[in-house]
């Protein structure tokens, strides 16, 4: 993670101590989850409203689906003397597709979850940064910086804020640290 807040007096930004290498099995994984819930709240909120968007669609089109299917299993069975086992065809081949359904209708929402929890945290991540460079400010360290990860949205209200820090800084008097 690269967003960093220097505090007075530091040369380099702060980091987190180098992690070992860790077994399988043990929490490292764990670990990962968490650095991307960095707010799980929001982030499952997002999540939950893009699926229950993708819901409602998804439902109101296999009731199209079903709706017309009817209609057609019914056309034939009127054109046909072998009613029970037109019926009987077209079930089984509504069960066959029954399944692909299902199983296409789990693979999208894993995948909209997945999406949904690294583009938040795109969103949420900054936003930490920039708590910690606040309250850097309202203790005095105005030599506080904000550097953001490649890609995290906000790049321009951290520039702003680190414009603000080097402001308050001049006014201030303290020498100035530049880490990057």
């Known amino acids: 993670m690269t967003n960093q807040t220097v505090g007075p007096g530091q040369g380099a930004p702060q980091t987190q101590a180098p ?20 707010q799980p709240l929001l982030q ?62 789990l693979i999208y929402i894993g995948a909209t979850v997945t999406i949904s929890v690294l583009f938040t945290h795109r969103l949420v991540g900054p936003t930490i940064a920039f708590r910690r460079h606040i309250r850097s400010l309202g203790e005095g360290r105005y030599n506080a910086r904000t550097y953001l ?15 603000l820090s080097e402001t308050m800084e001049r006014s201030q008097g303290a020498p100035h640290t530049q880490v990057k």
């Open 19 to 38: 992690q070992t290498q860790a077994p399988l099995g043990t929490g490292k994984a764990k670990r990962r989850l968490h650095n991307f819930m960095l």
């Open 44 to 105: 499952m909120k997002i999540g939950l409203y893009s699926i229950i968007i993708s819901l409602l669609f998804a439902g109101s089109l296999a009731w199209i689906v079903y709706y017309n299917f009817a209609g057609l299993v019914n056309s034939v069975v009127l054109l046909t003397d072998a009613e029970d086992e037109v019926r009987d065809l077209f079930m089984d081949y509504w069960r066959g597709t029954q399944l692909w359904v299902y199983l296409s209708c």
């Open 149 to 163: 990860r490649k890609g995290d949205a906000f790049a321009e209200v951290a520039e702003e804020l680190n414009r």
